[in-house]
């Protein structure tokens, strides 16, 4: 399964999307997804997209643990934890093409509604609300998408609270993950020495990935950050609509 061409790739993808991520808070969970979808068993890739996506956040909240709002990381958790009781004691899997739609919509709504009333991550209760919905989605599809990150555009965040707050929440949504998917592995094949010390390999190359994206950072203003990460977010939005298209085509 991990010949040296796989390692090879696993390596680079690791450390290209921890630096996007690194640098915008997003993005780089999706297509790490996509390309372990690609070459591993769907819990077995959801555990491996979990403890690498938990290296490379954890030592994001490292690198800017002054910055953390602890109180949304918090409120995240707890949302979190509802999700995965929830989801543990159901069996209801939403089809996979409703799953991507409304995640890519998502962003085109939250960013059209007035100020007021769109979603913001400092509000009373949305850090929990982010926490219950990221988890749900965690557990449905592996990822967030822009759904999560709807939550933190539009907040009056510095970028460096912005990322170090999103990645420390992005720890417990990602510990629920693994706590989720690591238990649907039944045969032992699936827990193998083999395939901890793989995920131990890319775990150190999303670290490299998430250190080298720390310089671009400090390079950004904050209006700069805040403008490209609308950007991001609605070109993600728009590939998760196009999937969910080609989800329904196909069927």
């Known amino acids: 399964m991990f010949t040296p061409l796989v390692l090879a790739a696993l390596a680079v993808v690791a450390v290209v999307t921890s630096f996007i991520s690194g640098i915008f808070g997003m993005a780089g969970g999706m297509l790490l997804i996509g390309f372990l979808l690609f070459v591993l068993p769907v819990p077995v890739a959801m555990v491996f997209h979990g403890v690498i996506q938990i290296a490379a956040n954890g030592w994001r909240s490292w690198l800017w643990r002054r910055h953390i709002n602890w109180g949304v990381v918090l ?19 939403p089809p996979k093409w409703a799953v991507l739609m409304a995640v890519g919509l998502t962003p085109f709504v939250a960013l059209a509604v007035p100020q007021t009333v769109a979603p913001n991550i400092e509000r009373r209760g949305q850090a929990f609300l982010a926490g219950a919905i990221g988890g749900a989605l965690q557990l449905v599809s592996g990822v967030t998408g822009p759904i999560l990150d709807v939550f933190y555009v539009r907040t009056g965040m510095s970028r460096q609270v912005n990322v170090s707050t999103k990645a420390a929440a992005q720890v417990m949504g990602h510990l629920t993950k693994v706590t989720y998917f690591g238990a649907l592995i039944a045969n032992p094949a699936g827990r193998d020495l083999e395939q901890w010390l793989v995920m131990a390999f890319a775990a150190v190359f999303a ?3 998430t250190t080298l994206s720390r310089s671009f950072l400090d390079r950004l203003s904050d209006k700069q950050f805040y403008y490209w990460t609308r950007r991001v977010i609605l070109a993600i939005g728009a590939v998760y609509v196009a999937q969910g298209v080609w989800q329904v085509a196909a069927r």
């Open 75 to 93: 409120g995240f958790g707890l949302g979190s934890a509802f999700s995965l009781v929830v989801f543990s004691s159901l069996a209801f899997v």
């Open 207 to 209: 670290v490299l990935g």
